[in-house]
C-alpha cells in the first residue's frame, strides 16, 4: 500500500477542465488526489504534483537581444547587465570576460537557450 501511495504521486497534475477553460485560469482538478486547482497554479497545493497545463514562464528579456550584445559586447558583460545579473556583468568588465574564455562559454549557453535571466528564467526565443 504504501509503495502504491509512492508512485502515485509521480504522476504529473495535468488536470481535466471544469470551465472548458484549462490552463487559461480555469479551475482543474489534479488527476494525483483530486484537488481543484487553478489552471495557472504551477503545482497542486494539497499534493505538490507539478501542473504540466500551467503555462510556462519566460523572461522579458530577449535571447537574440542578448546574444548580440555577448557577441560584440561579451568581454564588457553587456549582456549580463542586459539580464539582471549585475554583479557578475561588473566581473566580467573587471576580468575582460575573464579574456574570453567566459564570453565564449556565455554565448554558447545563450544560443543553445541554457542561459537565464536574473530570476533563473528562461530568455524569449
Not at 568581454?75 to 568588465?93: A, D, E, P, Q, W
Amino acid at each position: 500500500m504504501a509503495s502504491e501511495q509512492a508512485d502515485s504521486t509521480l504522476v504529473p497534475a495535468t488536470g481535466t477542465n471544469d470551465a472548458g477553460s484549462g490552463a487559461m485560469g480555469g479551475m482543474v482538478h489534479c488527476t494525483t488526489c483530486g484537488q481543484k486547482m487553478a489552471g495557472t497554479a504551477p503545482a497542486c497545493p494539497k499534493c505538490g504534483a507539478p501542473n504540466t497545463g500551467a503555462a510556462a514562464r519566460t523572461s522579458e528579456k530577449t535571447m537574440v537581444a542578448a546574444a548580440l550584445l555577448c557577441f560584440f559586447f561579451g568581454s564588457f558583460g553587456f549582456h549580463r547587465f542586459y539580464v539582471g545579473k549585475i554583479g557578475t556583468g561588473i566581473l566580467m568588465l573587471v576580468t575582460l570576460g575573464a579574456l574570453g574564455i567566459w564570453t565564449l562559454i556565455d554565448l554558447i549557453m545563450i544560443i543553445v537557450g541554457s542561459f537565464k535571466d536574473r530570476d533563473g528564467l528562461p530568455l524569449k526565443r
